[in-house]
């Protein structure tokens, strides 16, 4: 290394021993040049002689780039910056839960210090194949139109895509707060939203009672650029722990459009060619090696499980962008929000035609499966004959009216309001009273009202009903015969 200043004896710094003492040779915003520590290699951390912490981002010519992740004070040219050949690596928990932590698990919800259980790398490598399980539970998001028609199951990655605006948030968040009685850990990581935008995610958890489970990961956009850029990171480590731990993990990256922003901006800082859309080569590499940490282990290793969903915001509808078309080739299917349908007041606003779970099916209830198999192409059907209808008012047949009914009857069914999400015996119902017509000849106000009572009233007249479609997750005769009971005895009650 030309201008290296390289000291080769061996300084004792805290407990790890420092192997190679470099130079600060420029200083640009967060990004760091130094000589003199040839030996340090990539996602490396590296500390500064003022106390402040870097991690090594790459290697230009004679020197090492390092992004600047924890500031002890100013960093000038000439300062000392120490080697200890670590992996970065940050603390993870049980102690995280119910806590918020900025992109380098430093907790910023003011309620003290952190006891944590062990330290993990942030850049881990994800299961190998022979690690991992098909995916074979479902994980129940408590929204009707993705347990139904997009399943997802632990350990897939599902990409939640839409423009501005569209309810994307909305419904990750309800996925968490469904979580509550399934033993599921949350996660939620935050990257290059405004503070405003986080402060009510995290009302709606606490008012949800969501966060004894939950841990929030902080990379908001007036948080440094580091933090913003390895908030991903460090949730899909906090959620490794658990994993390891058997456990079974949702996290959620609102959003990664942003984070390929941050990344984008530090690559330039970098000085490293943008390629397509001014993006850096490598942000395939950078969010693959991320949504591939998303899986579902075998049993021989506690079989915890890792369920991601990423969000990507997208502009007018257009998929086709670079970051988008990327994150949709490595997830296992995608969420489409529509911003048309949402304006018509349909929420969640869900496109079935452009919405697609590659492998969640597998794992969803038999009992859902039976009751959904038809939903989405039925509701794609009504669509078009909407359409239809609304140039040819006269002269339908009988038969287009009565999926005219019928459609409407679905679009009642999927309209959900904002943190309600529903128990998935409760939807099951719900659906098999729609596929019996039974729901047809109600308007939209008592189809609700049905939706809000029904689960309750099966709760009370019959709970066992309950427990056992719960434990064979599929439907019997017997469930048959009584869910249709319960169905009659609740129209001859409640409805006028
Ligand atoms: P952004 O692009 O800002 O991240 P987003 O796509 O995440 O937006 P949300 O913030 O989830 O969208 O939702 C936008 C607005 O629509 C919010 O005010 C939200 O409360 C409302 N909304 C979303 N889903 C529903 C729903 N099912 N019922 C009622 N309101 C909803
Ligand atoms: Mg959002």
């Known amino acids: 290394m030309k201008n290296s200043k390289k000291v080769t004896d061996q300084v004792r710094r805290s407990d790890v021993e420092i192997h190679e003492i470099g130079i600060v040779e420029s200083v640009r915003k967060f990004i760091v040049l130094a000589s003199g520590i040839p030996s340090c290699v ?66 910023v919800d003011e309620m003290g210090p952190i006891q944590k259980d062990a330290q993990f790398p942030v850049f881990f490598e994800a299961p190998g194949i022979m690690d991992r399980s098909p995916v074979e539970k479902t994980l129940e998001t408590g929204t009707v139109a993705l347990d139904a028609g997009i399943p997802i199951g632990l350990g897939q990655r599902q990409l939640l895509i839409g423009d501005r605006l569209t309810g994307k948030t909305t419904v990750a968040i309800d996925a968490i707060l469904n979580q509550k009685h399934t033993g599921v850990i949350c996660i939620y990581c935050c990257i290059g939203k405004p503070y405003a935008s986080l402060l009510r995610v995290v009302q709606i958890l606490n008012e949800g009672g969501a966060m004894p489970y939950t841990i929030i990961v902080s990379g908001i956009s007036p948080a440094p650029v580091a933090e913003q850029y390895l908030a991903p990171y460090a949730a899909a480590m906090l959620g490794e722990y658990f994993m390891q731990l058997g456990r079974d993990v949702l996290v959620v990256f609102d959003d990664l459009s942003k984070h390929a922003w941050v990344y984008r901006q530090i690559s330039l800082l970098l000085e490293r060619a943008p390629g397509r859309e001014a993006y850096p080569g490598d942000i395939f590499y950078s969010h693959s090696q991320l949504v591939e940490r998303a899986g579902y282990l075998k049993p021989e290793l506690k079989g915890g499980s890792m369920t991601f969903l990423p969000i990507i915001e997208i502009l007018q509808g257009d998929v086709t962008g670079y970051i988008s078309t990327n994150l949709i080739s490595m ?148 469930m048959r015969v009584q869910i249709e009971q319960m169905l009659q005895n609740y129209f001859s009650k409640a409805q006028p």
């Open 42 to 107: 990539n996602g490396q951390i590296v500390d500064f002689e003022n106390g402040s912490r870097g991690v090594v981002m790459g290697f230009k010519e004679d020197y090492v780039q390092i992004l600047v992740i924890s500031m002890g004070g100013e960093i000038r040219n000439g300062d000392k910056i120490y080697n200890r050949a670590e992996p970065l690596s940050l603390p993870v928990g049980e102690g995280f839960l119910g806590r918020i932590v900025s992109g380098i698990c430093e907790p």
């Open 331 to 478: 997830t296992d299917g995608q969420v489409y929000f529509n911003s048309g349908l949402f304006n018509k007041g349909i929420r969640p606003a869900v496109d079935f035609g452009l919405s697609v779970s590659r492998i969640g099916s597998k794992a969803q209830w038999p009992a859902m499966r039976e009751v959904s198999k038809s939903l989405r192409i039925e509701y794609l059907h009504y669509q078009e004959l909407l359409q239809m209808s609304q140039i040819r008012t006269s002269g339908l047949s009988k038969e287009a009216e009565a999926r005219l009914k019928r459609g409407a009857a679905l679009t009642a069914v999927l309209n959900q309001d904002r943190h309600a999400p529903q128990i998935v015996e409760g939807e099951i119902f719900i659906l098999y009273a729609l596929n019996k017509g039974l729901l047809d000849p109600l308007t939209v106000e008592q189809i609700k009202k049905f939706k809000a009572e029904f689960f309750k009233f099966v709760s009370s007249s019959a709970p066992e009903l309950i427990q056992s479609l719960r434990k064979e997750k599929k439907l019997t005769q017997e």
